[in-house]
């Protein structure tokens, strides 16, 4: 950590929440972990003096990163808290590159009572001779894991021995890059669903990429029309989509496509988002010829790496949060996987020193390789302009990888300059943050251009940035963060007004607590 004047701090991230809200006589608490939906269903066959309930098997699988894996888990403890007739199995690829996942599912696993953590057999990882992008190495690996995935499924089916091998196995959870489980799934005669982690708008391209695909024979990028995509209300620039998309050469973009064809097969597509957020995506999506789509979000993780990372450097930044004004602090966060080039990291110095306002700014050194993820820096000294930390000691603090979600916690953030991924996104509005979009990999782009474009929900610093682009000079940044923290600004408002909205569709007659209940009816076997 590095505070300026040697203060030290780190920032809360989402900060335990009590929050009892009465309805029809019943309590529905948010706990610090996430929403605590009341575990009740009028359906439910509830354990009783003269009656024990029906169980029911669920299991999941997940891409072996941590913005994939986190969304997934909290999902399962929804649907397990929902509904108490389900228990959970997540089975896990393990992947050496990701220590950061295991770190996780250890702490995590000690918190859960319905859940258990299946860890499969390794095997050989792809030779480079058969992948060109890390998009084509964790299809490939999650692929050549199908065999051990229908050894653990067929043993979860055969065994009565605990609670966690008894009851049917009522579905198979993939995510959006498992989808070469479905094949396992049909094998063993198990209801395979789709687990989307990302926007409802994100689906509705991915499900249409195969037209586009025909339809289009250059390179999205040269093309000069905008794109017309189902879920979106406007026209969608060609350079705001997945860099993957936009080289049709690369076998990136051949499993893009390969994942996408296969979405319709499953019986329903759980998305993590909600009505009110989406609602054009999802009516587009309700209207069109696909399995059903279910808005359960937001599933969040409201602890976030604070209780797998550091507690000290968490509790540093707790108290200098205390000490700052409310709403007076930016957040520079850019994910697990975010990092910037050295020069880019220097503008955005200059123009955090120039715009004058406190920040905590997650600073990451860019990863090794192709398939490593960016690591915290051993010293800010050679990557900042000279004298940066000394002129700003009293304005912020400068980490590595931060507690993002227990930061945005904090009454003291008042604005959060982001890489725009789905669960941070999430996360803001949750809080009632407002957003700069700064994107860098994977749909933030379009994720970024939905928030602002489509929602006017965020701030835009830029829409198509990614690893390459033209760097975001120190005028833009401090331009950005001072409209950022303008406290009457209308985005603002909006932002507000949905974080509001995003509790409200969880407690019982919410949206998104009707279509988990929805699906736990789908779920239950017809016997």
């Known amino acids: 950590m590095h505070a300026c004047c040697n203060s030290k701090v780190f920032v809360p991230t989402h900060q335990v929440l009590l929050l009892f809200i009465l309805r029809s006589n019943l309590t529905t608490a948010f706990t610090d972990r996430m929403i605590t939906l009341p575990p009740r269903n009028q359906t439910q066959p509830y354990t009783n003096n003269n009656f024990t309930m029906t169980k029911f098997h669920v299991v999941f699988i997940s891409t072996p990163g941590i913005g994939n894996l986190v969304p997934l888990v909290e999902f399962a403890q929804l649907l397990g808290n929902h509904d ?80 966690f091998n008894s009851g049917r196995v009522a579905g198979l959870f993939v995510d959006m890059f498992c989808t070469s489980m479905i094949d396992v799934a049909n094998e063993l005669d198990i209801p395979c669903y789709l687990f989307f982690a990302s926007p409802a708008t994100f689906l509705s391209f991915m499900l249409h990429l195969p037209t586009l695909d025909a339809q289009i024979p250059i390179e999205f990028g040269d093309s000069d029309t905008e794109l017309s ?31 996408a064809r296969r979405y319709t097969e499953t019986k329903g597509i759980v998305v993590n988002t909600f ?6 995506a999802l009516s587009s999506l309700a209207m069109s010829l696909l399995p059903r789509v279910y808005p359960i979000g937001p599933v969040l993780d409201l602890n976030g790496p604070a209780q797998w990372h550091d507690p000290n450097r968490y509790e540093s930044v707790m108290r200098w949060l205390d000490n700052q004004p409310t709403s007076s ?7 697990s996987m975010g990092s910037l080039s050295g020069p880019q990291v220097r503008e955005i110095a200059f123009g955090l020193e120039r715009a004058g306002f406190q920040f905590i700014w997650a600073l990451r050194d860019p ?42 916690a904090h ?39 939905e928030m602002v474009k489509e929602l006017g929900l ?49 407690l019982e007659n919410g949206s998104s607590y009707q279509a988990l209940g929805a699906l736990t009816e789908k779920l239950v076997p017809k016997i």
């Not at 602090?329 to 994910?335: A, D, I, K, N, R």
């Not at 690591?375 to 304005?395: H, M, Y």
């Not at 957003?435 to 860098?440: F, H, L």
């Open 411 to 449: 009454p003291a953030i008042g604005g959060f300059v982001s890489h725009c991924g789905w669960n941070s996104i999430l996360e803001s509005l949750w809080y009632g943050v407002p957003i700069a979009t700064w994107p860098i990999y994977a749909e933030q782009q379009m994720n970024a251009f």
């Open 329 to 335: 602090v930016v957040l520079l966060c850019f994910g």
């Open 229 to 259: 995509i189902p879920g979106f209300a406007n026209s969608v620039p060609p350079l705001v989509l997945p860099t993957a998309v936009l080289n049709k050469k690369g076998d990136a973009y051949s499993w893009y496509l390969s994942h």
């Open 275 to 280: 009505e009110e957020l989406e609602p054009h």
């Open 84 to 163: 108490r007739r389900f228990h959970s199995t997540i089975l896990i690829i393990n992947m050496s590159q990701r220590p950061i996942v295991n770190t996780y599912i250890q702490s995590r696993a000690a918190t859960c009572t319905n859940i258990r953590f299946l860890h499969l057999p390794a095997v050989d990882p792809p030779s480079p001779d058969q992948y060109q992008s890390s998009m084509g190495y964790i299809s490939l690996l999650i692929q050549n894991h199908k065999t051990h995935v229908k050894s653990a499924l067929t043993n979860l089916m055969s065994s009565e021995s605990d609670e």
């Open 367 to 408: 990863p090794k390789s192709q398939l490593d993820l960016p690591s915290d820096p051993a010293s800010v000294d050679d990557i900042l302009p000279n004298g940066f930390l000394e002129r700003t000691c009293k304005l912020g603090l400068i980490f590595g990888l931060v507690p993002q979600a227990k930061i945005l």
């Open 458 to 506: 965020a701030i835009e610093i830029r829409l198509d940035y990614r690893e390459g682009s033209d760097l975001v000079l120190a005028e833009e940044v401090e331009r950005s963060i001072k409209h950022l923290m303008n406290s009457d600004d209308v985005v603002r408002a909006r932002v507000k007004e949905m974080r509001e909205k995003s509790r409200m569709v969880l």
